[in-house]
């Protein structure tokens, strides 16, 4: 049974107060808290078990390398991967699509062949592909949307070419919530022999995902938006492609023998995670997914979707407000403005009442560029969150609308 | 100009002391902030020819122009926000540093934002082009310092 009281009892920075009001936190599309079980586990790792991994004889290196590699396995089972090895553990979602960007583009990308991006990307699913694109003299192409935000999948079909090499799309869009149609895409690109990214930054915390059943070539999350550490994210990729391309970064653990003359590279994942890793944040990752798993995906996702119908309905129903990416095919988070009224304004009166959201662009410029406004504000949900919070949010709204008028 | 003929005597130090007394009649936060956009929206309106490329400074946040020019020895600074408590706080520091010669301008130690308790909107993580706006109050001080000499 899915108890939300019990869960935001978890997460001990909800209970707290901000210029004298109870905090009301609407910002975890941004990142998310922790609970006490993360917490304590990564305390716990420290108190007891740290050494650094893949490189001791002694007991606490055995230990903790068990631990990190214990963690990749969890991974794995959570998205349903078919083999541990395809996991890498890396910075994050940001550097997990570097790291394809570049290991994929110097394998599989030449002049004139295509990459096409979707136009609601974060900017992190933008950059390193207009990176690649420089260096290999490729093309940029951009997969449009529509007034809601929703990819116009007709116009996306017709981009496909024998030139298009990869296609990186999110699974949900982190500055609307909007959930895109990637089954469809993945299949559509696998019929053209292009391969798929999916940027799961925005979904992983949500929602069950099944990296098999979705067949992408790449998915990648990081841990810092799914109730985990900072600095710590997952790529997954295809083993036979994995295989396949160069390694990212060199460095310690990525390689098998070092000569000045040659050096070969380890097998995967290690060849991608030069240097010590993040194996602490590994872990956390793990508990993370263990802690979700206690409560239920599939009932997160239940919970979510009504408490996302409920915060729609209540702004809504406010005069004058507009919201940005308004589909059935959403996920919680919800970007409006007030008519008239600028989101910093908005942000900064909201936070005087303890309230957090997130204004501005939230690192999607061209996204904000198509519904033709400098930024939103976004209040965004995680499962800790309740009607009450939305009420606040709501009582706050009318406040900066009687302030601003 | 919107300066009061009372601040014409004023130094740096002394309207920004003003400042600081007026505010500390507040006592909420919501009432400090009432009256911020109130100074916002009475801002004297910006002239849109000065909305130029090189007057804006741009910020994820909110946008900011900024133009400064000299009459008669003194810089008059004329600023506009997309924002309305950016535009009050621009008010405040046009009160305090608008009508001044450029070395006054160039030197002025600017303690008021903090002691209102406004510094979170300097913040260089508000991107609200604050902070490059007090940067470049400072470069047309010496900049029109130089002119001078």
């Known amino acids: 049974m899915f108890d939300v009281e019990k869960i935001k009892k978890d997460f001990p920075i909800l209970d707290q107060e901000i210029y004298g009001k109870k905090l009301v936190y609407l910002d975890s599309a941004a990142t998310t808290q922790k609970p006490k079980q993360v917490i304590n586990e990564v305390s716990k790792f420290y108190s007891s078990l740290n050494s650094n991994i893949h490189r001791g004889v002694h007991y606490l290196s055995i230990k903790s390398t068990e631990e990190y590699e214990k963690s990749r396995d969890t991974v794995c089972k959570f998205i349903n991967a078919k083999h541990t090895e395809e996991i890498i553990f890396t910075k994050g979602t940001t550097e997990a699509v570097n790291l394809t960007a570049y290991s994929f583009g110097e394998r599989f990308v030449n002049e004139g062949d295509e990459i096409l991006v979707a136009k609601t990307e974060h900017h992190s699913n933008i950059v390193p592909w207009q990176m690649l694109c420089y260096r290999k003299n490729a093309v940029l192409k951009v997969i449009p949307a529509d007034e809601n935000g929703e990819l116009k999948i007709n116009e996306y079909k017709k981009l496909l070419n024998p030139k298009t090499k990869l296609v990186a799309v999110a699974h949900i869009a982190n500055s609307t919530g909007v959930i895109n149609p990637i089954k469809e895409i993945i299949d559509a690109a696998h019929n053209n022999g292009t391969y798929v990214l999916i940027d799961g930054a925005q979904a992983v915390q949500h929602k069950q995902v099944d990296v098999q059943s979705l067949d992408c070539d790449f998915y990648a999350f990081s841990g810092h938006k799914m109730f985990a550490e900072t600095g710590i994210g997952v790529l997954y990729g295809k083993k036979e492609i994995l295989e396949d391309i160069p390694p990212y970064q060199g460095g310690g653990d990525m390689i098998k023998t070092v000569s000045f003359e040659k050096t070969e590279y380890a097998d995967l994942p290690y060849k991608f995670e030069a240097g010590t890793s993040n194996y602490v944040g590994a872990i956390s990752i793990a508990k993370a997914i263990e802690y979700m798993q206690s409560v239920g995906l599939d009932e997160i996702e239940i919970y979510e979707k009504k408490l996302l119908k409920y915060a729609t309905d209540k702004l809504l129903s406010i005069d004058k407000i507009k919201i940005y990416g308004q589909t059935e095919k959403k996920i919680s988070a919800i970007s409006f403005l007030l008519n008239g009224i600028h989101h910093y304004d908005t942000g900064m009166i909201l936070d005087k009442l303890g309230i957090a959201v997130r204004t501005g662009t939230h690192c999607a410029e061209p996204t904000m560029k198509h519904f033709g406004i400098d930024g939103t504000v976004r209040a965004s949900f995680a499962m800790y969150n309740t009607k009450e919070d939305i009420d606040k949010l709501y009582e706050g709204l009318m406040r900066v609308k009687k302030m601003f008028a | ?149």
């Open chain 2, 1 to 149: 100009m919107r300066q009061c003929n009372n601040l014409k005597n004023m130094t740096i130090k002394e309207v920004q002391n003003e400042i600081i007394e007026e505010f500390s009649m507040f006592e909420e936060w919501m009432d400090k902030y009432e009256y911020i956009i109130e100074l916002g929206n009475n801002l004297e309106p910006y002239d849109e020819k000065n909305k130029t490329k090189s007057n804006l400074i741009q910020g994820c946040q909110s946008r900011v122009w900024l133009n400064g020019e000299l009459q008669n020895g003194k810089i008059i600074f004329t600023a506009d926000s997309d924002a309305v408590i950016t535009k009050g706080i621009i008010a405040l520091l046009i009160k305090v540093l608008s009508n001044r010669e450029p070395k006054e301008v160039m030197n002025a130690d600017l303690f008021f934002i903090e002691k209102v308790g406004l510094k979170e909107n300097l913040s260089p993580t508000r991107a609200n082009g604050l902070v490059s706006m007090i940067k470049n109050i400072k470069t047309y001080g010496i900049a029109f310092n130089s002119m001078l000499k």
